[in-house]
């Protein structure tokens, strides 16, 4: 990504699950294939540079809802050791009793050492997976997610929250109904994101963003288990400082 690019990366989310949000930087997401998505672009191969950014964030954090969100537009296994013991440390510091993580499906295997490396402190770690849609032929033959298991009941065995995409060509007002009401079944939160222009070649689609707004978004506003963000900066990172 461009060296110009200096996006806003941390923020207080005062709405529904209130928290303390950062926006990191790491060696870069393993996966990189999925064809909605660019945000893999925010990464650098230089372990210093990224420390450095990230200590700046993280010495932002306040402690004052006791929850933390980590992301860093890829897995937290993407993010240095460095980093790492800093996350930790603030965590004991500013008494952050609970710790959001994202991580791809390829690394699950990874969840279970981070669990117990912050239970030790006593802070109980959340993991959010981004699956997209349960409609699996759906997410990975267009959307090519990489993700390789079809039963939600089973990928809710190392996740706790689930992100959606919405308004994509296809889409209906059933099909994202059932996606929101498989992520509630099985996942502790859901957050659903609608597509917006980016670098790719999927492009959102305005009608389905429309059925979103009239006949899925009145269903869940009000739900705290749900956040939805119709744009990818309204949990206040990402957009240009």
């Known amino acids: 990504m461009s060296s110009e690019f200096d996006p806003v990366r941390y923020s207080i989310i005062e ?12 060696s870069g997401c393993k996966w990189r294939k999925c064809r909605f998505c660019d945000y893999h672009l925010d990464f650098s191969r230089d372990e210093n540079a990224n420390f ?3 200590k700046k964030q993280l010495e932002k954090v306040t402690g004052k809802y006791q929850k933390l969100e980590v992301i860093n537009s890829g897995s937290f296994i993407d993010l240095d050791e460095r980093t790492m013991n800093l996350i930790e ?4 510091e500013k008494q952050i009793s609970e710790l959001h993580f994202e991580c791809h499906w ?5 969840i279970p050492a981070l669990r117990a490396r912050f239970w030790n402190h006593k802070i109980n770690v959340k993991v959010k997976i981004g699956v997209e849609t349960f409609d699996s032929d759906y997410r990975e033959n267009i959307l090519r997610k990489g993700l390789d298991e079809d039963d939600p009941k089973e990928i809710a ?3 706790d929250e689930v992100c ?7 889409q209906t ?7 929101v009401e498989t992520g509630l079944q099985y996942f502790e939160r859901v957050c659903i994101n609608i597509m917006v222009k980016n670098t790719t070649k999927i492009l959102p689609c305005p009608s389905v963003i429309e059925i979103f707004r009239k006949e899925i978004y009145p269903l869940y506003q009000h739900d705290d288990r749900v956040d939805i963000l119709f744009e990818n900066t309204d949990f206040g990172v990402g957009g240009e400082s």
Do not use: P, T, W
């Open 15 to 26: 709405e529904k699950n209130k928290r303390e949000i950062v926006m990191l930087r790491g």
């Open 52 to 54: 450095e950014l990230n």
């Open 89 to 92: 440390q603030v965590c004991i």
């Open 106 to 110: 390829m690394h699950r295997s990874s």
């Open 157 to 159: 065995e190392y996740f």
């Open 164 to 170: 959606l995409l919405f308004g994509l060509e296809g």
């Open 173 to 179: 007002a059933q099909s994202m109904k059932h996606d």
